[in-house]
């Protein structure tokens, strides 16, 4: 289960469904940076770690995406992931291309410097190629706002001048925005009220920033969400969870586990939304057939495989459309940053909900018009409006 693999089969299937010929350029990406840190443990040990950028496609916008730090990194994950947010930033219609970045590293296992070291080293390392025109990283899996400062700080003592507009997700204190930390869930919540209003029942796969995020604006709403599970285990509750209590047992325990009932599996429970919110592959031919929630919020990306989208018989709000909050308010943070501007929360959010929910009812409308699933729509649009750029640069 090659993400890339997956990715392009997701990709040809929309070309095919929409009858789309000259795909092509979308097939590789435009440059693949890979590096290799040197890195001092605090024991004074040299490690060596792997670490990639991967630039996918630039032609409406800077390079845009994340950077994640998690022991299965490798090139052809971060490769799925950048040509994922070429798609998807397309999808919200934000100006940007798709990139990401990735360390094979596991991040659990530092302390706070060599965080701090690493993330440092591998900015240095990227440096040359980034920038506010160029490619504007932000969070992914296991990295956060402190991260980005550190990186931030880096980029800036290598160029010489202050220059927020290079990085996303980054704290308040040092130019981030407003209503960033939890709009990667934000979003999700506004996109789930187009394809599915009612108040039901909720699982949600991982608790990390999208997870935890949108468990408690789903409490807050009056659904039901009774299981969460994290990377150590999960959590269940029939009544329903009380999702703030939850989020400060894992902030003081660094897990799920212990706050109520235990179970095994999280994906299978008959609920009326599953969200996933973890990783890449978690919904396969293997567990698709057992699924018996109504709809499925994709917050994590990647995380159902073509094989299981043949399988599935519900409604499956695709990541490229459920999970682009997060980089909507990137781009927010990216404009603020250029104009010198600061926006309040309230238009923040305001302004994401408007972006949520046209592209909410492009996609359905596309869904409609080629009688497909939401996913294959979801790439239509969005390689339409790429391949659109493409060729008005004469590049196809
Ligand atoms: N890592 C997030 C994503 O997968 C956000 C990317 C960004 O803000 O650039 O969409």
Redesign the pocket.
């Known amino acids: 289960m090659n993400p890339f693999d997956n990715a392009m089969e997701q990709l040809k299937r929309a070309a095919k469904v929409a009858d789309i010929k000259e795909y092509e350029v979308l097939r590789t990406p435009k440059r693949t940076i890979s590096i290799t840190m040197p890195f001092e443990t605090d024991r004074g040990e040299m490690k060596y770690l792997k670490g990639y950028r991967v630039q996918y496609n630039d032609a409406r916008g800077p390079f ?3 950077i ?1 730090f998690h022991p299965k990194v490798d090139l052809d994950e971060v490769k799925a ?1 950048a040509f ?2 070429a798609m ?1 930033n397309a999808v919200v219609d934000v100006p ?1 291309g798709g990139g ?1 970045g990735g360390v094979e590293v596991d991040p659990k296992g530092l302390s706070q410097r060599e965080l701090e070291n690493l993330s440092r080293a591998y900015i240095k390392e990227i440096a040359h190629f980034i920038g506010p025109d160029v490619d ?6 296991y990295t956060n706002p402190q991260i980005m400062a550190w990186m931030l700080d880096e980029y800036e003592k290598v160029v010489g001048h202050k220059a927020p507009a290079v990085i ?2 980054k704290p308040l204190e040092v130019g981030g925005s407003p209503g960033r930390s939890y709009s ?1 869930a934000q979003g999700g919540f506004f996109v789930l009220e187009t394809f599915y209003s009612k108040k039901g029942t909720v699982a949600v796969q991982g608790f990390g920033n999208a997870g935890s995020h949108i468990a408690r604006l789903l409490h807050e709403a009056g659904h039901r969400v009774i299981a969460v599970s994290d990377s150590r285990g999960a959590v269940y509750d029939q009544k329903g969870l009380d999702i703030p209590r939850l989020m400060e047992h894992k902030r003081k325990t660094g897990k799920v586990s212990g706050f109520a009932t235990g179970i095994g599996d999280v994906l299978t429970l008959d609920v009326d939304v599953l969200v996933l919110a973890a990783l890449e592959n978690q919904v396969t031919k293997d567990n698709a057939h057992k699924i018996k929630a109504r709809v499925i919020l994709e917050l994590a ?1 990647g995380p159902t495989t073509p094989e299981a989208d043949r399988i599935l018989k519900i409604p499956v709000i695709p990541d490229i459309l459920a ?2 909050g ?2 909507t ?2 781009y927010f943070e990216w404009v603020q940053n250029r104009s010198g501007e600061q926006w309040s929360e309230e238009r923040v959010i305001d302004e994401l909900k408007q972006r949520m929910a046209s592209a909410a009812e492009e996609v359905k409308k596309t869904a409609e018009n080629y009688k497909c699933d939401l996913r294959t729509a979801a790439f239509i649009v969005g390689m339409g409006r790429v391949l659109a750029a493409e060729r008005l640069r004469g590049n196809l």
């Open positions: 845009k995406g994340g994640r992931l994922w947010m998807k940007f990401k504007v990283p932000a969070p992914d899996v996303t997700g990667t990306n999970n682009a997060g980089v308010v990137s």
